[in-house]
């Protein structure tokens, strides 16, 4: 038993740096680039019409009630907006350390 705890002690310093490279790539130019898929557009504009009216319950885009999503995603979203403000990067941070999570 003690043998296989020092092997995987051993890979310590490797598994750290997949990890950091995983991290690195993830974020790496996260908003450099806007809003492209669909989807991605939908729950940001959502996010941030709540963040605007400050209305969480109630997700809504282009006037239109979404209660067919949870809103978690939406509430996620609203909190990096709030943070960062509305940009693309703040749409896609806190999606980026649910991953790696």
Do not use: C
């Not at 995983?22 to 959502?46: K, N, Q």
């Not at 969480?56 to 943070?83: D, Q, R």
Request: charged letters at 15%; glycine letters at 6%; proline letters at 6%.
């Amino acid at each position: 038993m003690a043998l296989t705890h020092k092997r995987y002690k051993a890979n310590l310093p490797g598994f750290s740096l997949v990890l950091l490279l995983m991290v690195a790539t993830l974020f790496y130019r996260l908003g450099s680039w806007g809003v492209i898929d669909s989807s991605e557009g939908r729950y940001a504009e959502i996010s941030r019409k709540m963040v605007e009216s400050g209305d969480y319950i109630h997700p809504t885009y282009l006037g239109i009630e979404h209660y067919h999503k949870p809103p978690m995603t939406y509430w996620i979203t609203a909190v990096s907006y709030s943070i960062f403000g509305p940009t693309p990067f703040a749409a896609r941070f806190f999606l980026q350390i649910a991953f790696l999570i």
